[in-house]
């Protein structure tokens, strides 16, 4: 079992940042994806980015490519989601989540085995 933990949310207006983070636990040495989910208020949950336990393979949700960048730190059992460029689109609850696969990534929330809580992003003036 992988337990993940988001943080880093909040209110930034249009054009602001803010940076994700999403620190595992659980399964000391096993590789693992990471992907990062949102749902707007009153819409389906979306992917918005995933990236391999390697980082050799990342893949983005078409709306947020060149704003959103997602990374990881393996040492820190830490993935980041930094967002650029915020627009009131973005807002919503963020969730990194895992499939606990190795060499692969989804941005379909079906494979998913292991779910955060969330952290809350709002983009408004």
């Known amino acids: 079992q992988l337990q993940l933990v988001e943080s880093g949310g909040g209110l930034v207006q249009p054009g602001g940042s803010l940076r994700l983070s999403c620190i595992a636990s659980?399964?000391?040495?096993?590789?693992?994806?990471i992907s990062w989910f949102r749902q707007a208020p009153g819409k389906e949950r979306e992917g918005v980015a995933c990236?391999?336990?390697?980082?050799?393979?990342?893949d983005y949700k078409d709306p947020v490519k060149g704003r959103f960048t997602i990374s990881r730190d393996n040492g820190k059992n830490t993935a980041y989601l930094q967002m650029n460029s915020l627009k009131p689109e973005d807002t919503g609850n963020y969730y990194c989540?895992?499939?606990?696969?190795?060499?692969?990534?989804?941005?379909?929330?079906?494979?998913?085995?292991?779910w955060g809580k969330g952290t809350l992003v709002t983009v408004s003036s």
């Open positions: 659980g399964l000391t040495g096993k590789p693992y994806d």
């Open positions: 989540a895992s499939g606990l696969v190795d060499g692969g990534c989804t941005l379909s929330s079906g494979g998913m085995k292991n």
């Open positions: 990236i391999t336990y390697s980082g050799r393979a990342i």
